[in-house]
C-alpha cells in the first residue's frame, strides 16, 4: 500500500496541472494520427469503463469516460485538416 506524502504545494500542483495539459494534447495528436478503428477503440473503452447503472456511480469515471469521448472528437478534427 502506498503512503500518502506530503502536500504538494503550490508550484508542484502547477507543474503537474502543466504536464497533465500537455500530455492531454500528446494522446490527441497521436489518435489524430491514427486510424478510426484506432479512435473507435477509445470510444469502445470509454464506454466499458462507465459504471453499470446498478452500480455506485462514481463521477471521476464518468467524467473520464466523458473526456475520453471530448479527446476523440477533437482528434477527429484535427484529423479532417
Not at 502543466?18 to 473503452?45: K, P
Not at 471521476?60 to 476523440?72: E, G, P
Amino acid at each position: 500500500m502506498l503512503k500518502d506524502g506530503p502536500p504538494l504545494g503550490n508550484a508542484e500542483l502547477v507543474q503537474l496541472r502543466t504536464r497533465m495539459i500537455a500530455m492531454e494534447n500528446t494522446v490527441i495528436a497521436m489518435l489524430a494520427s491514427h486510424s478510426e478503428d484506432a479512435r473507435a477503440n477509445v470510444l469502445n473503452l470509454s464506454e466499458i469503463i462507465l459504471p453499470d447503472a446498478d452500480a455506485t456511480q462514481h463521477q471521476l469515471t464518468i467524467d473520464a469516460s466523458n473526456l475520453m469521448k471530448h479527446y476523440v472528437e477533437r482528434a477527429a478534427k484535427i484529423g479532417q485538416s
